[in-house]
């Protein structure tokens, strides 16, 4: 099937070693923000979230860190393994006025994560 | 598997047909979203609903496409007078309401325009 990560920044890691992918996001609105993995026909997975009162979130072999001074978000992924290879994504959500959010994800460019065996 | 479910996974019609695609939400959320993919791109917002309330459209949402959520639960989207540009892959997502909720992706429909 047709991949997702044509044209894309690219990411090789070895197998064992840790990835870092990174994002830099567009508004400084955002309050909410997520990680997608996305393998090549197949929807963007649910990895991590963190929302901007925080500036660290661990998961399982993931971690997320937020730096809203630059607006950067990174995921770091621990013992990389073949399985994680795909395409990943950072998606903002943008905090309104009346104290909810925009309904709709803001998306990156994303990011192609290759591991060698 | 109780994940957001896409149907057809795959269509392939010719210019100027009109196409409809469904989506059934993971059952316990209320909010359903429409978004397009174009190769090599991240999703883009097209549409959400809250229950059968279509809250937000984006202005890539032209008048040929309409969306329905007539009872809450699943969703249609319909393109009409289809063209070459609309070939994409068509993402539905669903999540609870209130801020900061994941959205779940399905795997979404792959619309070819001959």
């Known amino acids: 099937g047709e991949s997702v990560g044509l044209h894309l920044p690219t990411l090789s890691v070895q197998e064992g070693d840790n990835s870092i992918i990174n994002c830099a996001y567009s508004?400084?609105?955002?309050?909410?923000f997520i990680w997608y993995k996305q393998e090549s026909g197949k929807g963007p997975q649910f990895i991590i979230d963190?929302?901007?009162?925080?500036d660290k979130r661990q998961g399982q072999r993931v971690t997320v860190l937020l730096n809203k001074t630059v607006k950067h978000l990174s995921l770091q992924i621990a013992a990389t393994q073949p399985g994680d290879s795909a395409v990943y994504f950072c998606?903002?959500?943008?905090?309104?006025?009346?104290?909810?959010?925009?309904?709709?994800?803001?998306f990156g460019k994303g990011t192609k994560l290759s591991v060698k065996p | 598997d109780t994940g957001v479910s896409q149907d057809p996974r795959h269509k392939i019609t010719k210019r100027g047909q009109n196409v409809t695609f469904r989506c059934d939400p993971i059952s316990e959320h209320n909010r359903l979203y429409w978004y397009r993919q174009t190769l090599g791109q991240g999703p883009e917002f097209l549409t959400y609903f809250q229950n059968e309330a279509q809250l937000e459209k984006s202005r890539l949402l032209s008048d040929r496409f309409s969306a329905e959520r007539p009872k809450g639960s699943f969703s249609t989207l319909e393109i009409q007078r289809t063209e070459q540009g609309d070939s994409a892959m068509y993402l539905c997502a669903s999540s609870w309401t209130g801020s900061n909720q994941p959205q779940h992706f399905g795997d979404g429909t792959r619309l070819s325009i001959l």
């Open positions: 963190i929302r901007s009162n925080m």
């Open positions: 508004n400084s609105a955002s309050d909410y």
């Open positions: 998606a903002e959500n943008i905090h309104v006025d009346y104290g909810g959010s925009q309904g709709n994800l803001i």
